[in-house]
């Protein structure tokens, strides 16, 4: 405790800094699992993708970003046997920020889409190891978050799927695709302004000192869903079809139509990322810093609106400096995508990411967004999947976990070194 004491100043500087160079990262990296599906399908243009994904990002990081970062801060890692060695787990904490802030910098120059939720989680196993041996480790949880992992791509393919499908049977297979899309897509609009604002208003705002009832929040949900669906109606109204091509090219205008549905889920789908993957650099800061500022281990960290300010202005910041590096990945290698299918991937996505996210679970972005684009693939047959790239992507999952607890637990006795 002498330590921290010492150097409180030079500690707090550190986990700041940790904390904001992983959400950069986070934001340089993981964009692609929120806007690839967007861009791919040729909906809007990468600046505009970035335009867009930086605002609803920070906004999802600000006002739901809370649940996720109490999980990370305390669920991994046990927080009664540091209460003796405080400054382990301090150490700890910006040990695992910065190894993941370095792996996905690395990834986010090889043009890798890593998963930022891995790499975390490893590292905070890695450091809990490092520092006090396998005990330290809540395996419990961990198994929980595991399981997270293998399930949510699961549900993201299978939401994707049934989303595909229902569009297929609504309005592809009818005599006119074009009049039941102007009819059914702002049914699909309400889904997506319902189920985002649902868990932000539930689950989220209470972190930004906004409380709200049951019944006022479904009402105030079930608003912001009617006027997502108002608004996408008056957009569609404004796509002029010509009639000839209509006749001869339904499916195409279908397509056209649903282009200005994907800036309502590419916005879900980025608000969505930041309510989730914020979590990984604010909860191990606010470990940090609650450390840092009692000099002891509390059974909680509060995570402040200054410190989601922070990590929603990290993500922004690597969203809009190396964003584009693997914005496509996902958008083009997996499987072809038009508006449509993009829609149905990227909602799924949305949807599965922000339940999590309001359940505290922290889920891969990763993963369900892999796993929403396969079950768009494979609602047209398993031809239409690159299986040579969903498998290389399998492997990187795998390798990020134990390179993020390596990284963590070398960095951690590097700062134990130093500071001994």
């Known amino acids: 405790m002498e330590i ?10 550190l986990a700041l800094a940790c904390g904001l160079y992983m959400t950069w990262g986070i934001g340089a990296n993981d964009v692609a699992n929120a806007m690839g599906t967007t861009v791919g399908s040729g909906a809007i243009t990468v600046r505009q993708a970035v335009v867009l994904a930086a605002t609803m990002e920070f906004l999802g990081a600000y006002l739901a970003g809370g649940a996720v970062a109490d999980t990370i801060a305390k669920g991994i890692i046990d927080g009664e046997l540091f209460r003796p060695v405080p400054h382990l787990l301090m150490f700890g904490m910006i040990a695992a ?6 792996w996905l910098m690395v990834a986010t120059l090889r043009g890798w889409p890593v998963s930022s939720t891995h790499t975390i989680v490893g590292a905070v196993c890695g450091v809990g190891v490092a520092a006090l041996g396998v005990d330290a480790v809540q395996w419990e949880m961990m198994a929980e978050i595991v399981a997270s992992w293998l399930i949510s791509p699961v549900l993201g393919g299978l939401v994707s799927l049934l989303l595909t499908l229902s569009i297929r049977r609504f309005i592809f297979n009818t005599r006119d695709p074009v009049g039941e ?47 997502v669906a108002i608004a996408a109606r008056l957009i569609m109204n404004g796509v002029q079809l010509d009639a000839r091509a209509d006749r001869a090219f339904q499916y195409a205008s279908v397509e056209r139509l649903f282009i200005p549905q994907m800036v309502f889920t590419g916005a879900a789908m980025a608000f969505a990322h930041g309510s989730n993957d914020v979590a990984n650099g604010i909860g191990p800061m606010a470990a940090a810093i609650q450390i840092i500022e009692t000099q002891a281990v509390s059974a909680t960290s509060p ?48 949807f599965v990411t922000v339940a999590a996210s309001g359940l505290g679970l922290p889920v891969s972005t990763t993963h369900i967004a892999v796993g929403a684009v396969m079950g768009v693939g494979i609602a047209r047959g398993i031809g239409a999947l690159d299986l040579r790239v969903v498998s290389g992507i399998v492997v990187s999952w795998l390798v990020t976990v134990p390179v993020g607890a390596i990284l963590a637990a070398i960095t951690f006795h590097i700062l134990r070194a130093s500071f001994s």
Request: aromatic residues 8%; hydrophobic residues 55%.
């Open 4 to 13: 921290i004491a010492q150097h409180q100043t030079l500690f707090l500087a």
């Open 97 to 102: 920020l910065l190894a993941t802030g370095i």
């Open 181 to 227: 899309a102007r009819k059914w897509a702002p049914v699909y609009a309400f889904l997506v302004g319902w189920i985002v604002s649902l868990i932000v208003v539930v689950k989220g705002l209470k972190h930004v000192d906004i409380t709200l009832g049951n019944l006022e929040g479904q009402v105030l949900a079930v608003a912001i869903g009617v006027v």
């Open 303 to 350: 995570v402040t609106p200054l410190m989601l300010f922070i990590g929603g202005l990290g993500i922004v910041a690597g969203l809009a400096t190396y964003g584009y590096k693997v914005m496509a990945t996902l958008g083009h290698k997996i499987t072809e995508l038009t508006p449509t299918r993009a829609y149905c991937a990227t909602i799924a996505a949305a």
